[in-house]
């Protein structure tokens, strides 16, 4: 006799298991009615490429027997897809095979984006330890032979890609004016 009431204990709990569940009310949308996630489209790499740069002209500003100043206007060729500050420049310029000044400049100019742009700076040289030969050369100059090296920062406005530093060391010929 005891065997009927454990069978009707467990037919009981098995139809119980076996039943749909309580509604609460709120409706479960099937899976094929969900909306579809959005998809994050992949950012796509950006290609930085150098900057170029050439002395336009260097002009004499004022011309002594011990320091003469000079201005050295400079073009920046901006290829990259979008615009550069020129932060930081330093550099050691050198005419005719000779060491005429180092310096280090700063916010020089702002590049669009494949664009260029002209920027100048001041420099002294001081002739103390030099041959007098070469500040008579300066000034009698039609054109120069140049090299310039250092290093430059960059900037971007744009997030992906931080400020760089890039090395250069270029050469060319330049009109000198007075």
């Not at 897809?81 to 310096?103: A, H, K």
Request: aromatic share 10%; proline share 7%; glycine share 6%.
């Amino acid at each position: 006799m005891w065997k009927l009431p454990l069978w009707f204990g467990i037919f009981v709990l098995l139809t119980a298991c076996k039943s749909s569940p309580h509604q609460s009310g709120t409706e479960v949308q099937p899976p094929e009615s969900l909306p579809a996630a959005t998809e994050v489209e992949p950012i796509e790499p950006i290609e930085v490429k150098e900057p170029t740069f050439t002395i336009t002209s260097i002009t004499i500003l004022q011309a002594d027997l011990i320091n003469t100043r000079l201005k050295l206007s400079l073009k920046i060729d901006n290829p990259n897809t979008f615009p550069i500050t020129l932060v930081s420049f330093r550099y050691e310029l050198y005419g005719d095979g000779s060491f005429w000044t180092s310096g280090r400049e700063k916010n020089l100019a702002i590049v669009p984006a494949r664009g260029s742009s002209e920027t100048g700076f001041e420099f002294e040289m001081n002739f103390i330890g030099m041959k007098r030969r070469l500040l008579d050369d300066i000034i009698a100059m039609k054109e120069v032979h140049y090299r310039i090296a250092g290093d430059m920062e960059l900037e971007t406005d744009i997030s992906q890609i931080p400020g760089f530093r890039l090395k250069f060391d270029f050469s060319g010929k330049s009109p000198v004016k007075h």
